[in-house]
T-cell receptor, first 115, second 112 residues
Framework: EAGVAQSPRYKIIEKRQSVAFWCNPI?????LYWYQQILGQGPKLLIQ????????DSQLPKDRFSAERLKGVDSTLKIQPAKLEDSAVYLC?????????????FGPGTRLLVL | AQSVTQLDSHVSVSEGTPVLLRCNYS??????LFWYVQHPNKGLQLLLK??????LVKGINGFEAEFKKSETSFHLTKPSAHMSDAAEYFC??????????FGSGTRLQVQP
């Protein structure tokens, strides 16, 4: 079974530029998550989708971050414009059902450096 | 609100000795708790989870954790450390809103 795929693996941009990350979850998984992991901290949930609907985006900085999951399969996370403090690893995860106590399967992450 | 506190940011053990990674939780209800492991340049992987069944939970690679309500703890243990256990470990709880809250992590170093 293929795992969660993410691209790119690494990205370096200058502040005020835009960047987009892509995630393809495990086939058939209904729920998709985006996390931000700042160096030395645990991952923090940014947004959770169930199929193509948003379940929780309470911690997403909506003035600069946006995410979509068209057709309920793969997803993109965009930052526009980027700030220095957005330097982090962006993790995508998926789970089969509605989340909660389900096991989440994580991708390898995209490491973003904003200069 | 639900949260977890990992009491040690870094733990160093010798190969073949026991591992103890400490986690305390705070919750107004009985939580679901997890331990995830993150190896360098690899994705997070579930080690084990507690969902109000048996209080002693066995996971992969010889790890186990015990849910102690009286101490609000969910410590991760392993009888004998292996070099391949060197990684970052996260204690995690559910928020009751279908999302997860991660602790700050404990880096486990295993000395030969």
């Amino acid at each position: 079974e293929a795992g969660v795929a993410q691209s790119p693996r690494y990205k370096i941009i200058e502040k005020r530029q835009s960047v987009a990350f892509w995630c393809n979850p495990i086939s058939g998984h209904a729920t998709l998550y985006w996390y931000q992991q700042i160096l030395g901290q645990g991952p923090k949930l940014l947004i959770q989708f169930q199929n193509n609907g948003v379940v929780d985006d309470s911690q997403l900085p909506k003035d600069r971050f946006s995410a979509e999951r068209l057709k309920g399969v793969d997803s993109t996370l965009k930052i526009q414009p980027a700030k220095l403090e957005d330097s982090a690893v962006y993790l995508c995860a998926s789970s089969p059902g509605t989340g909660g106590t389900e096991t989440q399967y994580f991708g390898p992450g995209t490491r973003l450096l904003v200069l | 609100a639900q949260s977890v506190t990992q009491l040690d940011s870094h733990v160093s053990v010798s190969e073949g000795t026991p591992v103890l990674l400490r986690c305390n939780y705070s919750s107004s209800y009985s939580p679901s708790l997890f331990w995830y492991v993150q190896h360098p340049n690899k994705g997070l992987q579930l080690l084990l989870k507690y969902t109000s069944a048996a209080t002693l939970v066995k996971g992969i690679n010889g790890f186990e954790a015990e849910f102690k309500k009286s101490e609000t703890s969910f410590h991760l243990t392993k009888p004998s450390a292996h070099m391949s256990d060197a990684a970052e470990y996260f204690c995690v709880s559910d928020t009751g809103r279908r999302a997860l809250t991660f602790g700050s992590g404990t880096r486990l170093q295993v000395q030969p």
